[in-house]
């Protein structure tokens, strides 16, 4: 059974630039979310999705945004681009939510911003 | 607002040792637990995941116990080996309107020398 895919896994971008990063779930599994690691912050919760819906945002500004297909894959879309956006963007899936729901992560797309 | 402390921030052993990793967090409203590990440039691996209506989970030579009213988790590693060297994070997924997201602690380094 595939993990969770994310791609792509390393990627430089230019400051002001926009970037779409895209997200596999596990065959299955409707609720996705997204999240920023970075040295100092650690990891920080992005957004989740589940059947297609936004159901909660972390504390990011609105240049931060995603959103969820009918196949339950995911993009997430960071505009005009800041060099402090150079970070580890992990996604992760599982089957839905709740107390037994073990919740699994994709290596990441290491973005950096130039 | 939960917040999620590991310590100690970093740990080197020798091969061989038995050792506990700690996590304690602020808000007891959980739906649970989860233990990860993360190597270098990689995603996170699920180790362990346990319910708030549970008091430990054992996989391996790894134990995790939660004890929710104190808000403090901890993971035991018997006979550890080079290859359990590591980033370990907890994360607590929290009950009630923001049940969607992992709170993650800062992680523990574990460096088991051979």
């Known amino acids: 059974k595939a993990g969770v895919t994310q791609t792509p896994r390393y990627l430089i971008k230019t400051r002001g630039q926009q970037v779409t990063l895209s997200c596999s779930p596990i065959?299955?599994?409707?609720?996705v979310s997204w999240y920023q690691q970075t040295p100092g912050q650690g990891l920080q919760f992005l957004f989740e999705y589940f059947s297609e819906t936004q159901r909660n945002k972390g504390n990011f500004p609105g240049r931060f945004s995603g959103r969820q297909f009918s196949n339950s894959r995911s993009e997430m879309n960071v505009s005009t681009l800041e060099l402090g956006d150079s970070a580890l963007y992990l996604c992760?899936?599982?089957?839905?939510?709740?107390?037994?729901?073990?919740?699994?992560f994709g290596e990441g797309s290491w973005l950096t911003v130039v | 607002k939960q917040e999620v402390t590991q310590i100690p921030a970093a740990l080197s052993v020798p091969e061989g040792e038995n050792l506990v990793l700690n996590c304690s967090f602020t808000?007891?409203?959980?739906?649970?637990l989860q233990w990860f590990r993360q190597d270098p440039g990689k995603g996170l691996t699920s180790l362990l995941l346990i319910q708030s209506s549970q008091r430990e989970q054992t996989s391996g030579r790894l134990n995790a116990s939660l004890d929710k009213s104190s808000g403090r988790s901890t993971l035991y590693i018997a006979a550890s080996q080079p290859g359990d060297s590591a980033t370990y994070l907890c994360a607590v997924l929290n009950s009630g309107g923001s049940n969607y997201k992992l709170t993650f602690g800062k992680g523990t380094l574990l460096t088991v020398n051979p």
């Open positions: 065959s299955g599994h409707r609720s």
């Open positions: 992760a899936s599982s089957l839905q939510t709740g107390a037994g729901n073990t919740i699994y």
């Open positions: 808000d007891s409203a959980i739906y649970n």
